[in-house]
């Protein structure tokens, strides 16, 4: 029978299954979770309350934020930064070079590629490196994103583009941008999305 080791740490404790690596020098957050056959390197950092899945790597110079959840078999690669609250779908898939070839290392060349608060990308979703995607945005399943995607936008497609805004509860907003379901109203100027107060 499989076991879970709880392991201190100086503001708590993390979960981490037995077939799971966390490598010396990986900065783990109060109350995450690391499940099956995950591989946390060193120099990562993962914050608080995060669920990283079955089959995930996180490299050294990964930042993950608070309550993220990682779904199985991902890589968040180098330079990868998820903000607090993002939820990252199943065999989602971020890269880190723009025009990698098997006989040139571009280490030096990585690009940054940020995911900000609240985001979610969708199962199978491919997210080029270099991209920002806005604050609750939602990328449906099987997207690519291959350019930056707006707060609040509703992006799907190959190439992906945005399809309308969605609510911070994750429901499309209706034609004068209000939440049919919460009842958040938004404002839309010259492209961008805000909260009314």
Not at 171 to 183: E, I, Q, R, T
Request: net charge neutral; aromatic share 8%; proline share 3%.
């Amino acid at each position: 029978m499989s076991e879970v080791k709880k392991i201190k740490t100086h503001n708590g404790e993390y979960q981490v299954h037995e077939s799971a690596y966390v490598d010396e020098g990986a900065a783990v957050g109060n109350g995450t979770r690391v499940w099956h056959f995950s591989h946390i390197m060193p120099g990562a950092k993962i914050g608080d309350m995060c669920s990283i899945g079955q089959n995930v790597n996180i490299g050294s110079r990964a930042v993950v934020g608070d309550n993220v959840k990682i779904q199985n078999n991902i890589s968040i690669y180098d330079d990868v930064i998820l903000e607090d609250d993002v939820f990252c779908g199943p065999s989602c898939v971020f890269t880190n070079v723009i025009n990698p070839r098997a006989f040139i290392e571009r280490k030096n060349e990585y690009r940054t590629t940020l995911v900000k608060k609240g985001a979610t990308i969708g199962a199978n979703a491919t997210v080029v490196c270099g991209v920002t995607l806005g604050k609750y945005s939602l990328i449906g399943a099987g997207s690519v994103v291959t350019r930056d995607v707006p707060d609040y936008a509703l992006f799907y497609g190959n190439p992906g583009r945005v399809h309308g805004y969605i609510c911070s509860c994750g429901v499309k907003l209706n034609d004068n941008y209000a939440c049919p379901s919460c009842g958040k109203k938004y404002r839309l100027d010259n492209g961008v999305l805000t909260e009314e107060a």
